[in-house]
């Protein structure tokens, strides 16, 4: 079953910022966060596994609620850069991961 | 050179067509993936591989098949292609060590488009 995103779509202007919400029904091992740009292959964000520990890009700060099932992305102010389609994967057995619908973010100068 | 090439990168067909799509990897990870990608849906997992000799359904395997030729290569198949079989596929693959806690990180291929006619 598909984690739920929220919000489906962001925009914003240059320097604002924005949270992104990720929710499982399952219990989960870990959290994995992808940026798509238009007409490219996502690419890795952050890592978040149960006990707290993260791996990712220095500048994306994000949380994970391991009792909630739920991750939050925070992107504090926010670049053109930054614009893009998030989407939060889960990981609650075999090794593999469940993407969410995504959430398109446009941040316009 | 990608880390990760996807060939055909497009490719337009018939229904009840043949279609093999081909990912190599230079990486030199055990573990790889085939996604499928629609507008509003999300990547949604179709068969995945942990080595060689392993070879698992993902949540929309119906109507597709793999073949895992080596470490580096994996195909996908559609026997008979149908209209809602268009789509962006993306093969992937995962650098998993044992003890990390996680799957680890996902290397994406560019995408093949698929349109099926």
């Known amino acids: 079953q598909q984690p739920v995103q929220s919000p489906q779509a962001v925009i914003l202007r240059e320097g604002e910022d924005a949270v992104i919400n990720c929710s499982s029904s399952?219990?989960?091992?870990?959290v994995h966060w992808y940026r798509q740009k238009h007409g490219e292959a996502p690419v890795f964000l952050m890592i978040?596994?149960?006990?707290?520990e993260q791996k990712g890009h220095e500048k994306i700060s994000a949380s994970f609620n391991e009792k909630k099932q739920q991750s939050s992305l925070y992107l504090t102010a926010s670049q053109l850069s930054y614009s893009g389609t998030y989407f939060c994967?889960?990981?609650?057995?075999?090794?593999?991961?469940?993407f969410g619908k995504g959430t398109m973010l446009l941040v316009s100068p | 050179d990608a880390d990760v090439t996807q060939t055909p990168r497009n490719r337009i067909t018939k229904t009840g067509k043949r279609i093999m799509l081909e990912c190599s990897q230079t990486?030199?990870?055990?573990?790889m993936y085939w996604y499928r990608q629609d507008p509003g849906l999300g990547l949604r997992l179709i068969y995945y591989?942990?080595?060689?000799?392993?070879?698992n359904k993902g949540e929309i395997s119906d109507g597709y098949s793999v073949s895992r030729q080596a470490q580096a290569k994996f195909s996908l198949s559609l026997e008979s292609a149908i209209p809602n079989q268009t789509a962006l596929y993306f093969c992937?693959?995962?650098?998993?060590?044992?003890?990390?806690?996680?799957?680890?990180?996902?290397?994406f291929g560019e995408g093949s488009r698929l349109t099926v006619l």
């Open positions: 992937a693959t995962s650098d998993f060590e044992p003890g990390q806690g996680s799957s680890g990180e996902l290397f």
């Open positions: 399952k219990a989960l091992y870990s």
């Open positions: 978040l596994l149960k006990g707290g």
């Open positions: 994967g889960t990981e609650s057995g075999y090794s593999t991961l469940t």
């Open positions: 990486k030199g990870h055990d573990r």
């Open positions: 591989s942990f080595d060689v000799k392993d070879i």
